[in-house]
C-alpha cells in the first residue's frame, strides 16, 4: 500500500483517479480548494483537506506531516482558450501551485509524481500529436503545462524526484463541472440540453477533437508509478479517433433524448483547429486496455448528468485582458 496526495480530487478527473488508487488498495488523501470540484465528490474512504496547492505553507505542512510516497498533481484551471485573457491566474494556478508541490515532494523524498500535463502543449499544425515531436503551445494554459513539464524534468535530474506525465485531452464522463460555460464541451452542451438552451459552438463546428471518456484514463494514471518503464516518460492518454464539434453536438442531443436539438454559432474563437494525439507508446508501455466508444461513454454522462440536473456557475470575475475576448464570455 502506497501513501497518495491527490490534488483536484474534488474535481472531475482527480476524484476518479482517488477512486481508482482506493479501489488499489492505496491511502488517499485529497487536496482541493473547491473552486471547480464538489465535496461530494469525492470518495469516503479517502481524507478531504481543503486548501489550495497555491498555498505554498498548507502545502509543505501536508506533505512533511503525511510523508506520501507518491503525489498525483490534477489540480488545474483547465480553461485554454480563456486562459490568453487570464494569465496571472493562468500562471499562478498551473505553474506556481505546481513548483510549490515539486518543491514538497523533493523536500519530502516522494517516490513518484504523477502529473496531468494536456495535449495543448503541441500547440496547432502537429497531428497526430506524437511524444517525441517539439511542443510549441499556442495559449498560456499549453504553456504553463509545457513549463511545469520542464520542472519535473529538471527535478528529476538534480534531485532524482521520479515523475510520470500524462497529456490526456477532451476528457469527459460522470463528475464533470457541467455548469462551467468556460471549458468541457460534452459538459456545456449536456447542460445546455437541460436548459433548454440551444448548443453553443464557436464558429463552424468543422474543428475536431478525440473525445475521452475517463473511465478508460483514470486506472492508467493510477497505476502508472507501478508499470515498469513508465516512470519519466511521457504519455497521450485518450481516445483515438477525431470527431467534428457539430457531429459532437448531434451525438449529445440523441444521448439525452433530444435528437436535432438546435445549435447557435458564435464568433470563432483563436484556437486549435484539430487536434487528435497518436497512443503507441502508451500501448507499448501500459499493453491494450479498454475503449469505451464515444456513444457509450456519452450514454453513460447523460444517465449521470440527468440524475444530478442543469447546474448554473458564476462567469469568470478576474478578467485581465477585455481585448478580443469573445463576445459570448463577457
Same mark, same amino acid.
Given at each position: 500500500?502506497?501513501?497518495?496526495?491527490?490534488?483536484?480530487?474534488?474535481?472531475?478527473?482527480?476524484? =476518479?483517479? $482517488?477512486?481508482?488508487?482506493?479501489?488499489?488498495?492505496?491511502?488517499?488523501?485529497? @487536496?482541493?480548494?473547491?473552486?471547480?470540484?464538489? !465535496?461530494?465528490?469525492?470518495?469516503?474512504? +479517502?481524507?478531504? !483537506?481543503?486548501?489550495?496547492?497555491?498555498?505554498?505553507?498548507?502545502?509543505?505542512?501536508?506533505?512533511?506531516?503525511?510523508?506520501?510516497?507518491?503525489?498525483?498533481?490534477?489540480?488545474?484551471?483547465?480553461?485554454?482558450?480563456?486562459? =490568453?485573457?487570464?494569465?496571472?491566474?493562468?500562471?499562478?494556478?498551473?505553474?506556481?501551485?505546481? !513548483?510549490?508541490?515539486?518543491? *514538497?515532494?523533493?523536500?519530502?523524498?516522494?517516490?513518484?509524481? &504523477?502529473?496531468? #500535463?494536456?495535449? *495543448? &502543449?503541441?500547440?496547432?499544425?502537429?497531428?497526430?500529436?506524437?511524444?517525441?515531436?517539439?511542443? @510549441?503551445?499556442?495559449?498560456?494554459?499549453?504553456?504553463?503545462?509545457?513549463?511545469?513539464?520542464?520542472?519535473?524534468?529538471?527535478?528529476?535530474?538534480?534531485?532524482?524526484?521520479?515523475?510520470?506525465?500524462?497529456? /490526456?485531452?477532451?476528457?469527459?464522463?460522470?463528475?464533470?463541472?457541467?455548469?462551467?460555460?468556460?471549458?468541457?464541451?460534452?459538459?456545456?452542451?449536456?447542460?445546455?440540453?437541460?436548459?433548454?438552451? /440551444?448548443?453553443?459552438?464557436?464558429?463552424?463546428?468543422?474543428?475536431?477533437? $478525440?473525445? #475521452?471518456?475517463?473511465?478508460? @484514463?483514470?486506472?492508467?494514471?493510477?497505476?502508472?508509478?507501478? !508499470?515498469?518503464? *513508465?516512470?519519466?516518460?511521457?504519455?497521450?492518454?485518450? $481516445?483515438?479517433?477525431?470527431?467534428?464539434? @457539430?457531429?459532437?453536438? %448531434?451525438?449529445?442531443? +440523441?444521448?439525452?433524448?433530444?435528437?436535432?436539438?438546435?445549435?447557435?454559432?458564435?464568433?470563432? %474563437?483563436?484556437?486549435?483547429?484539430?487536434?487528435?494525439?497518436?497512443?503507441?507508446?502508451?500501448?507499448?508501455?501500459?499493453?491494450?486496455?479498454?475503449?469505451?466508444?464515444?456513444?457509450?461513454?456519452?450514454?453513460?454522462?447523460?444517465?449521470? *448528468? %440527468?440524475?444530478?440536473? +442543469?447546474?448554473?456557475?458564476?462567469?469568470?470575475?478576474?478578467?485581465?485582458?477585455?481585448?478580443?475576448?469573445?463576445?459570448?464570455?463577457?
Amino acid at each position: 500500500m502506497q501513501k497518495c496526495l491527490v490534488t483536484g480530487g474534488a474535481g472531475f478527473i482527480g476524484a =476518479h483517479v $482517488a477512486k481508482s488508487l482506493l479501489d488499489q488498495g492505496h491511502s488517499v488523501v485529497v @487536496l482541493d480548494d473547491l473552486s471547480g470540484g464538489f !465535496v461530494e465528490n469525492v470518495d469516503p474512504r +479517502a481524507k478531504f !483537506v481543503q486548501g489550495s496547492v497555491v498555498d505554498h505553507e498548507l502545502v509543505l505542512r501536508l506533505c512533511a506531516a503525511e510523508r506520501f510516497d507518491r503525489i498525483y498533481h490534477l489540480a488545474a484551471y483547465a480553461a485554454e482558450g480563456l486562459s =490568453h485573457f487570464i494569465k496571472r491566474f493562468n500562471t499562478t494556478n498551473n505553474v506556481i501551485g505546481s !513548483v510549490n508541490l515539486i518543491n *514538497a515532494a523533493v523536500l519530502n523524498k516522494v517516490k513518484c509524481f &504523477v502529473f496531468t #500535463s494536456s495535449i *495543448a &502543449v503541441y500547440g496547432p499544425g502537429q497531428v497526430p500529436m506524437r511524444e517525441d515531436v517539439q511542443p @510549441l503551445p499556442e495559449d498560456s494554459y499549453g504553456i504553463a503545462k509545457y513549463s511545469v513539464e520542464l520542472e519535473l524534468a529538471a527535478s528529476q535530474r538534480i534531485f532524482g524526484l521520479d515523475y510520470v506525465i500524462f497529456r /490526456p485531452h477532451n476528457v469527459y464522463g460522470e463528475l464533470q463541472n457541467i455548469g462551467d460555460r468556460y471549458r468541457n464541451v460534452v459538459g456545456i452542451f449536456m447542460n445546455q440540453v437541460m436548459q433548454g438552451k /440551444p448548443l453553443s459552438i464557436f464558429g463552424d463546428g468543422r474543428q475536431t477533437r $478525440a473525445f #475521452s471518456y475517463i473511465g478508460d @484514463l483514470a486506472p492508467l494514471i493510477a497505476s502508472a508509478p507501478q !508499470v515498469p518503464g *513508465a516512470r519519466n516518460q511521457i504519455f497521450n492518454i485518450g $481516445a483515438d479517433t477525431p470527431v467534428s464539434v @457539430l457531429d459532437l453536438a %448531434r451525438e449529445v442531443g +440523441a444521448a439525452m433524448g433530444s435528437p436535432g436539438h438546435p445549435v447557435i454559432h458564435h464568433e470563432e %474563437r483563436h484556437e486549435v483547429k484539430h487536434a487528435f494525439a497518436d497512443h503507441e507508446k502508451i500501448r507499448a508501455v501500459f499493453g491494450d486496455h479498454p475503449t469505451t466508444s464515444l456513444e457509450e461513454g456519452l450514454r453513460k454522462m447523460a444517465a449521470w *448528468a %440527468r440524475r444530478v440536473g +442543469a447546474r448554473e456557475t458564476p462567469k469568470f470575475q478576474a478578467i485581465e485582458i477585455y481585448e478580443n475576448l469573445p463576445a459570448s464570455w463577457r
